[in-house]
């Protein structure tokens, strides 16, 4: 086992829908104090990985971008600070909407993609990442006065925790399938919906339905019996709660800000579910 030691140098380096900042207080203290290796799945802005800055953990997801991002980071900050500045120092309603179409048309190398990724994600509307049935990206640029593109000492303290982690374009089930005894695994999916109106289908450009709201009970069931810590965040709702029966459900509040339907953005409650043996 090791012991974890929270930090506050690292943090999220891009803004995500659904990030974890503001509810850290509430999955801190309920997160083991103790634990292996730390398996995050469904990552995103990873909040609470680089929060905890464990000494062995894998990250994955299966948003491709995202992933390259965190591996670019780890393997050469130093180059997307760098293409980064540049980004930053020319940023107006032009350069944005230019970099943004080549973005969507352009091969660009690993480094440029990853502070392209950060410069969008920096200067689009709410920090939305939006993208159409093409695949392209087509969020307007925020109307931010001086938004902070780049910050190197943020970027590099989050080079750090990424060191020794290993970052992977797998889904869930693959994700934690060597998760040992004494590890700690932390899954924050797409939300079942809130509405009995909404439609499971539709709610996330993956598509994750109910079904697989119902996978990933029972996987969080199998860890739990082979002895692993886990951990999810989920809606307050009915059909989630009756999914972690026998479980440990605590309702939270969580303010949203990053939502594409402004009536979703503020305080909502949320579920923290845990299960351990």
Known sequence: MIDVAPTKQAAPIIKYVGGKTKLLPELVKRAPKKFGRYYEPFCGGAALFFHLAPGRAVLSDTNVDLIQLYATISN?????????????????????????????????????????????????????????????????????????????????????????????????????????????????????????????????????????????????????????HVMLSNSDTPFTRKLYRGFTISRVTCGRSINSNAEKRGAVNELIITGRV
């Open 76 to 228: 050469d900050v130093e180059g997307v600070i760098r293409q980064l500045r540049r980004l930053a120092r020319d940023h107006d309603e032009g350069h944005y909407y230019a970099t943004r179409d080549r973005w969507n048309k352009a091969k660009m190398s690993g480094t440029a993609r990853a502070a392209t990724f950060i410069y969008l994600n920096k200067t689009c509307f709410n920090g939305l990442w939006r993208v159409n049935a093409a695949g392209e990206f087509n969020v307007p640029m925020g109307r931010y006065e001086n938004p902070t593109i780049c910050n190197p000492d943020a970027l590099r303290a989050a080079a750090t925790a990424l060191a020794s982690t290993e970052v992977c374009l797998v889904d869930y089930r693959e994700a934690v399938a060597d998760a040992e005894r004494g590890d700690f695994v932390y899954c924050d999916p797409p939300y079942a919906p809130a509405s009995a109106t909404s439609n499971f289908t539709s709610y996330t450009a993956g598509g994750f339905s109910a079904d697989n709201q119902r996978e990933l009970a029972e996987l969080a069931r199998t860890l739990v019996d082979r002895g692993v």
